[in-house]
């Protein structure tokens, strides 16, 4: 829990961050909404791809430190750091190339793509500093430090509003926050919408690297791994560990990722009523979802760092452990979801038939909560053991093939045989898409930590 609680507040900051965007840029127009609610489509799944990839830097820090190889530690954030570069680089490449080409494709409104794509441009100047600053952020986690996490991910949140606030509302919006006693250049800056939005969330980035990148080279928790080369070019055999490590776990949080997008774009034809229950629905139950999310990253760690002591049976000890705290986490989520929903739903709309449809949708939610839980604090419990590429493997089968084909039977129907259950049928799939994944790696975890232990007893 000291590990978790961290990184669950690093994890709600960055949420924050969000919201603070979607809800600024709002203020300013209907226009500036939409594009930067369009725009977020598109670069948001890119980085948390990136952030998966790099995620694997976590479990070969942790076994390092648990063997107390210390001197190994720096070469392989150094090759990390390289590969987040390169994806950063090539993200922002993407997002400044393709977006309106991908647009056009959308069929999205001509006024709302050139404000998207212009939201883009700023935001695509930070990519490559989120890349290394979340390549920082999982050294540092896998050194036992995930304060590290909290601390500038609440910074980049502080920065990203005031910046938001000067750079989407320009002077007009200062003056009207502190009185006409501003500077004349104050005054005179212009109030740039939904473009000030990508430009304060790329400042906002590059500020948590910067900071970050200063707090682990001079803070003493870190003195043991600031041993070794202080610089090093790029080493295949480091990078592929980190690929084969990450690049699993980046393709499974992009295939989660499409999932949902997916199943909205299915809801389309539902109506608004639908789609806005929905949205709602599936915003609050993401927020609540970050409790065992940093479980499951905490368990990395500690799973990891296990190994390299080469005390498999405590790993496992450890693993199952963490399984009975997501449980406990998905009670506490469950009750949340029942007792505090529908006031939760009616900060979301004012429209009764949306609160009525969210507020069930809630409680078909409260059925998955075990089983994601459990899904998502076995794959960081996996994560530890660099056993990864099954989570890959088990989340293309249990969300593409379970989660959406199944939701799409029920939500469509068949015809001659029964009518569809429209948006329930799509949630009862998300249901039980989860828990195929529960079980799924589940057995894998199970399977790999007892061979683990068996092989370090010998015959």
């Known amino acids: 829990m000291r590990l978790a609680l961290p990184v669950l507040g690093a994890q709600l900051a960055q949420v924050a961050m969000s919201t603070v965007d979607v809800a600024m840029s709002g203020h300013a127009s209907a226009l500036d909404l939409a594009a930067v ?41 150094h ?24 647009f056009e494709f959308m069929s999205v409104p001509s006024d709302v793509a050139v404000l998207a794509a212009r939201y883009l441009q700023g935001v695509s100047l930070g990519l490559p500093a989120i890349a290394l600053y979340e390549t920082l952020r999982f050294y540092s986690d896998g050194m036992g430090h995930t304060r590290a996490s909290l601390q500038f991910a609440l910074l980049g949140l502080a920065v990203n509003i005031v910046c938001n606030y000067t750079l989407i ?18 005054h005179d800056l212009p109030a740039l919408g939904a473009a000030g939005c990508g430009l304060a969330t790329a400042t906002s980035m590059w500020v948590m690297f910067i900071a970050m990148l200063a707090y682990t080279r001079l803070a003493p928790v ?31 949080i992009f295939a989660e990722v499409s999932l949902f997008t997916l199943i909205a774009l299915f809801l389309a034809g539902y109506g608004e009523i639908v789609i806005a229950a929905h949205t709602v629905a599936l915003n609050f139950s993401s927020v609540l979802f970050m409790l065992p999310l940093s479980l499951g990253m905490a368990l990395t760690v ?67 909560q ?60 998300l249901v039980a898409g989860l828990s195929v994944a529960a079980v799924l790696l589940g057995w894998r975890l199970m399977i790999t930590s007892r061979l683990r232990r068996l092989s370090a007893a010998g015959p």
Request: aromatic share 10%; with cysteine.
């Open 169 to 186: 509302y320009g002077g007009a919006g200062l003056a009207g926050l502190f009185g006409q006693a501003l500077p004349s250049i104050l």
């Open 79 to 102: 090759q990390a750091l390289w590969v987040a570069l390169a994806m950063g680089l090539l993200c922002a490449l993407a997002t400044r190339t393709l977006a309106m080409p991908l």
């Open 222 to 252: 870190y003195r043991h791994a600031r041993v070794g080369t202080r610089f090093s070019w790029p080493s295949p055999p480091l990078i592929g560990e980190l690929l084969r490590v990450g690049l699993p776990v980046g393709v499974a």
């Open 370 to 429: 075990f089983s994601d839980a459990l899904q998502v604090s076995i794959a960081g419990a996996l994560r530890g053991y660099k056993d990864t590429r099954i989570i890959m493997a088990v989340t293309l089968i249990s969300y593409w093939g379970v989660g959406v084909g199944l939701g799409n039977m029920l939500g469509r129907g068949v015809h001659g045989w029964f009518d569809g259950l429209g948006v329930y049928g799509y949630w009862i799939g």
């Open 302 to 368: 500690r799973v990891g760092q296990a190994l390299g002591r080469g005390k498999y049976r405590h790993a496992r000890f450890v693993a199952y452990n963490g399984l009975s705290c997501a449980l406990a986490a998905a009670a506490v989520v469950d009750i949340i979801l029942v007792l505090a929903g529908p006031a939760v739903v009616s900060l979301y709309s004012g429209d009764t038939a949306v609160r009525r449809l969210a507020v069930q949708l809630l409680l078909i939610a409260t059925l998955f």
């Open 37 to 77: 609610s369009v725009g977020s489509s598109l670069w948001f799944p890119l980085v948390l791809f990136m952030i998966g990839t790099l995620m694997g830097l976590t479990p070969i820090v942790a076994q390092h430190v648990g063997a107390r190889r210390f001197s190994a530690i720096r070469p392989s954030v």
